[in-house]
């Protein structure tokens, strides 16, 4: 963006002349270098921090190549067949371990499955339970964190010591006890579980930056001008304290998917048949030694879907800030 | 009135006659006889809890940070309010906008109470009376366009502009600022503090307030730009016929903008007068001790006046002491000083003079004391003097002529 030429407005001119001059050198030094490198100028449409940030972002090739990664993945999570003609299912012991050989790039797993497969099928658990877990938890925290910043009080004593109860349940242990007693076969009793444990960590987050972001004279400028709470809170307070809580987000997902293996290994995640990255890995780890690409195949896919989500985060919350373009 | 400041501002610092003759014209009809006050602040008072324990918080205390402010602000007059760092100056502030809620006491504008308001009719108060704030830096949202934080005050408050003329007006208040309208579509990190608060006061200009209230507006800025900033408000006070309370430490700019000024020391207003009345006859013994720590820029004169050195540190606002809150650290106090509460009023022994010692201050034991050396020993021959713009320095040379003149001829 433009060169931060406004620093030397104030410096230079001001021993030159009187303040009526310095305006008008304030206005000339910006007629040289005029509207944005945009060129919409400043006849063009009024601007706006989204439609800034969206325009930045077309351009960015991280969230260019992010979201074709993740647009991808969704894909082939709903109609996993498109690329993927075998039965993630179908097992020959015969073939248990095996490397790659034509017709299944990847090998096959330690029940003969075929490795490439699975991994196109188990896109649909993972991406599931790894975007609606975090969609959840952090809509969920981010909407109780950043009340009780912005109201404090009761509200805030109240949610801190209830974030404080949930951070004392251990995972496992908690995953144990809730998801026993679920019989469903679906994703969602994992989804649930992991929002209902993973809200207070996006909660404290989300209220320390309100909190931080509401002491700021802007907030009190818009008060002042009688702006509503609603309007403080959307159009001031969360812009400035979003960032924080997209960098934990997009880096809790990938704990989330893994989070669901950890759980579907103890038993109390997805059901047997059920297909996921997660499944896979855990069977594989026992075998790593013999053979790795058993791990390194569901491995892999997982680690480029949390890239993706990472990078994604990371080019929105950067188009978030003016001060970065 | 407006016409007078205006003249004197184009005329120069050098024009002593004119500045000396609308300066007196403005003392004699203004404030005390035209029309109301446009605010009356009365017992204005902010208590802050002290409390003790976890769960069930007992009260054993209040920082008393403003206790029993009384001022008037006259339609078109800048009210300077000066004092140390915690003395309440910042508090008064927020309460006449509205951002703290007074623990006691009545703002009235225009007869109406605005400290019990609320929902639409606070809202519609809001109106008339903005702020600008301290703080250039964080005054402005850093993720809003110049375009978004000007064009706010519509959107909060649709009816003063219809939609489509608003981007007019951002541009137009731009303009009125000193800053180019095609800045629309920046954002604030892309200026510099100055040019920042040109946005933070045409923000606070959107609405067409008939009061603003200027909270520091220039500390944080470059002594070059103060004087930039300062100039530009005194201008746009003649231009929109605004009402400015102007919050400040710094003496010297206070007086170059203020018509009236009032002194403050731990939460309440200790003299308050006319500029030449307060920096030139000061009667209260804190108002002569802050007078006579600012710099003089003459070595000779500087050599020839008095300091007074305060002793001891400001009591704290939660422990203030009894009857005159000065008394602690007043080198005239006595056991009458420690038993009643001194009344902002005229003291006793200038009630029947006619001197410009004859204003408000909080003393038993009023009396003149000249800090400021006259203006005579002050004047400083050299180029700043005969600019023809109103030169940045806000010295004093100027100003002191009709409080000189004016001791002469009574």
Redesign the interface.
Known sequence: MPEPQSSDGAISPAGAGGPMDLALEEGASLEKNPAGPDGTGPAGKPRSLWSDAWRDLRRNPVFIISALVITFLVIISIWPSLIASGDPLQANLDDAQKGSEPGHPFGFDPQGRDVYTRVVYGTRTSVTVGVCATLGVAILGSLFGGLAGFFGGWWDSILSRLTDVFFGIPVVLGGLVFLSVVTSSTVWPVVGFIVLLGWPQIARIARGSVITAKQNDYVQAARALGASNSRMMLRHITPNAIAPVIVVATIALGTYISLEATLSYLGVGLKDPAVSWGIDISAASNYIRNAPHMLLWPAGALAITVLAFIMLGDAVRDALDPKLR | MHADRDESAGTGGGAAGSTLLSKAREDAVTPYTEGDPILQVRDLAKHYPLTQGILLKRQIGAVRAVDGVDFDLYAGETLGIVGESGCGKSTVA?ML???ERPTAGAIRYKGEDIAKLSGRA??AV??NI??V???PY????????V???IG??Y???PEVAPKGSR?QKVQDLLDVV??????????P???????RQRI?IA?GLA?NPEIIVADEPVSAL?V??Q??VV??LDRLQAEFSLSFVFIAHDLSIVRHISDRVGVMYLGRIVEIGSDAEIYDHPTHPYTQALLSAVPVPDPTARAHRERIILHGDVPSPANIPSGCRFRTRCWKAQERCALEVPLLAVPAEFRLVDTPARHDSACHFAEEKRVVPPEGELEVPGPTEP????P?RTGPETEEKPGTTEGETS
């Open positions: 927020k906008v509205h951002l606070l809202k809001r109106r903005q702020m704030f301290q703080d964080t005054s402005l949202n850093p993720r809003m366009t375009g978004d934080i706010e005050p959107e909060i408050h981007r000193g800053l180019n309208p095609e800045y629309i579509n920046r954002y990190h892309q200026f510099s503090g100055g040019q933070g923000r609405l470059d070059s730009v004087a930039q100039n530009l600019a023809p713009e109103k940045g």
